[in-house]
């Protein structure tokens, strides 16, 4: 019963809600790291230095007037957002955030599940999170949200590719798909020397799956203002935001997991504090991508992947499978 | 308990597929099918075999349909009216009739045939040996020529799709 | 087209086909902006330096024994291009002349300074002030005791 019930129940509000609350917080990271590399300050009214801002925006949306366009196709404009945070929310079941810990007597593993497919439930669930995207663009019955779910559903289909077979190769070296399995072969050395070349490949096309700056082209604020998401407010607008937010909070994680070898580091802090520093970490080189690099041109994103990223990748697999077989 | 629920599973997976036509949105018809593509990963996990349900969410639900969303976004593809007809001729009886025979004789196989069906993949092998060695271990074995001759079928199947579209 | 004709606008753009320094250029660059202090000031509590010259609210002076310097002479009522002062003088016998009633609406006002330059006692200058706010028009509408102190109107936030 204990078990079996209370504590899965128990992990799964805990880590739910810390991972919701680092979403949240991500918000205001984002806000106040970009500020300073563009030489501002970010937020600071709300609390001190800001700090309660992404709670004064969480209440802001809560008030706002629910809109749902008279074009819209309503059940799947009502229905996009609840896929988006869904899929979202159910990629951090499988995230190991650190080593077992003893509560009462009784060991306690830092993750909800760990299934032996666990990398490939997040590159499934991560692809269908899209459709959120992609949908509520089309249902919004605007040109607008509509090119931003065209092209979501592009580039979902094109970096899907190359980020799968990045993975793969770190498949490869594992041998297993399970996630815990990966960070315990990581306790010497961690993959991002044994796999540089997989770890660039899956950082640009992870940011490019995130629609983050230098690929958002669902959400080209200059070309398509704000794309898929260009009809929707209030809740569900703060639900998209919110599922955009914890992708990349999973995707931070996913880096530090497959590559930045989890929670091992020096001893002098728990497990789970390293594992956090790695994440924020990750978070920190997505914002300085985005404060840094200008929007690529529609075209060149697909050219860097289906003419680059894919190759790379692929040569990658072939690289480290002969490597394997010679030793 | 199990039983229960693949019967339940696949009611839905039926109903999900029948939605697929009977929908007169194209884009309600291809969500209806990732829901169905959905329901049949849920079936092969009651079945035990993680591996493959995940890779039918990967492939199917989110390969496949992303693509098939993406051709029915770029045409462009208004409501079509023929569905009506379709609808109005279920009702008629003819093909209520055969549409409900076809449930009966998918629920009982779906129902009573892994009872019945019982190959090398038990629970126990996979226990034993993990699914996914399991599997790699059949197909690239016994199921090598076969495996082959499939990839040479889509080798050529894209290197024709090429032609076709380098000739426009 | 020949060579010369082309104007190239940046002289340190990297050749064709070279990416990945730039990248790591823009990158480290970006890095030394977020270590380095913002150049934003906090607007309500922080302010930029005036010119001297600024034209803000307007102050009528006073001298030292507290009267307006103003003889209600009318000038700066007669030059104002968009007709924002409005004066009725007051004068007794053997007195000095005073304004009985002074009032300037900053909301017609354009401050163009050409009060500052007409007067010639020197009784009325722009200030510093720039940044009064109110909820109702009638509130812009600035009487001699409001004009005696503009400084009170300065907006420091909550």
Redesign the interface.
């Known amino acids: 019963m204990v078990e079996y019930l209370i504590i899965p129940v128990i992990k799964l509000i805990v880590i739910f809600s810390v991972f919701l609350f680092i979403a949240a917080y991500t918000t205001y990271m984002e806000r106040k790291?970009l500020?300073?590399?563009?030489?501002?300050?970010g937020p600071?009214r709300v609390g001190f230095h800001g700090l309660l801002q992404p709670i004064a925006d969480g209440i802001k949306n809560l008030f706002k007037e629910d809109l749902i366009p008279e074009n819209a196709?309503k059940t799947?404009f009502v229905l996009a957002p609840a896929i988006s945070i869904t899929a979202a929310v159910i990629l951090l079941a499988v995230i190991p955030l650190g080593p077992p810990i003893t509560i009462f007597g009784r060991t306690i593993n830092l993750y909800i599940a760990n299934?032996?497919?666990g990398i490939?439930?997040i590159?499934?669930?991560s692809?269908?999170g899209?459709?959120g995207n992609?949908?509520g663009g089309?249902s919004s019955g605007n040109k607008y949200g509509?090119m931003g779910?065209?092209r979501g559903?592009?580039m979902?289909?094109s970096y899907?590719i190359s980020m799968a077979f990045a993975v793969v190769s770190i498949i490869m070296i594992t041998g297993s798909?399970s996630l815990v399995d990966m960070v315990h072969a990581q306790t010497g050395l961690w993959n991002v020397f044994k796999q540089p070349v997989a770890f660039l490949v899956f950082l640009i096309s992870g940011i490019a799956e995130l629609n983050r700056t230098p690929f958002d082209m669902p959400e080209a604020e200059s070309e398509l203002c704000c794309g898929y998401n260009v009809e929707y407010s209030s809740m569900k607008f703060a639900l998209f935001f919110l599922a955009e937010y914890i992708h990349m909070v999973v995707f931070a994680s996913l880096v530090t997991t497959l590559f930045f070898g989890g929670w091992h580091g020096p001893a002098f802090l728990p497990g789970v504090v390293w594992f956090f520093i790695k994440v924020f970490a990750v978070i920190f080189l997505c914002i300085?991508?985005r404060?840094?690099?200008p929007r690529l041109r529609y075209d060149k994103v697909m050219k860097l992947e289906w003419k680059f990223l894919l190759p790379v990748a692929l040569l990658n697999i072939l690289a480290t499978g002969m490597v394997m077989a010679v030793l | 308990m199990e039983q229960a629920l693949i019967l339940i599973c696949g009611i839905i997976a039926i109903a999900t597929a029948i939605m697929v036509i009977l929908s007169r949105?194209t884009?309600?018809s291809a969500?209806w099918m990732?829901g169905n593509c959905f329901i049949i990963a849920v079936l092969f996990l009651l079945l035990r075999f993680?591996?493959i349900a995940?890779?039918q969410?990967?492939v199917y639900?989110?390969?496949i349909m992303?693509?098939i969303?993406?051709a029915i976004?770029?045409l462009n593809l208004r409501l079509s009216d023929d569905s009506a007809d379709i609808v109005k001729n279920l009702l008629n009886g003819r093909y209520l009739l055969l549409a409900l025979l076809f449930i009966g004789i998918v629920i009982l196989g779906v129902g009573f045939g892994p009872m019945a069906l019982k190959g090398t993949m038990t629970d126990q092998a996979m226990i034993k040996f993990?699914?996914?060695e399991l599997l790699a271990n059949y197909i690239f074995s016994e199921g090598l020529l076969p495996f082959e001759l499939v990839s040479v079928l889509l080798t050529a199947a894209i290197v024709g799709a090429i032609y076709l579209a380098k000739k426009n | 087209m020949k060579e010369t004709d082309v104007i190239h606008v940046s002289k340190d753009r990297p050749e064709k086909g070279k990416y990945v320094k730039p990248?790591f250029r823009?990158?480290s660059?970006?890095?030394k902006?977020?270590l380095?202090?913002?150049?934003?000031l906090?607007y309500p509590t922080e302010k930029t330096q005036r010119s001297q010259r600024w034209r803000g609210l307007h102050r009528l002076k006073v001298d030292e024994k507290g009267e307006l310097k103003c003889v209600a002479c009318g000038l700066c009522a007669r030059i104002c291009p968009s007709v924002a002062i409005t004066i009725v003088p007051y004068e007794e016998e053997g007195e000095t002349r005073y304004p009985k009633k002074f009032v300037i609406d900053e909301l017609r006002c354009i401050f163009c300074g050409f009060c500052q330059e007409a007067c010639p006692e020197g009784a009325i200058e722009l200030t510093e002030v720039y940044d009064y706010v109110d909820y109702n028009r009638k509130d812009f509408i600035f009487d001699i005791e409001k004009l005696k102190t503009p400084e009170r109107f300065q907006f420091k936030g909550k």
């Not at chain 1, 500020?35 to 300050?41: A, L, V």
């Not at chain 3, 380095?36 to 934003?40: E, G, L, Q, R």
């Open positions: 790291v500020g300073h590399m563009q030489m501002r300050y600071m196709d799947v299934p032996s497919i490939l439930f590159l499934g669930f692809t269908l899209a459709y992609i949908l089309w509509y779910g065209l559903s592009a979902i289909i899907e798909f300085w991508v404060a840094t690099f | 949105n884009v309600h969500m990732v993680q591996f995940i890779l969410i990967i639900a989110g390969a992303m693509f969303i993406y976004m770029m993990g699914e996914v | 990248l823009g990158l660059f970006i890095f902006n977020f380095s202090k913002p150049v934003t906090q």
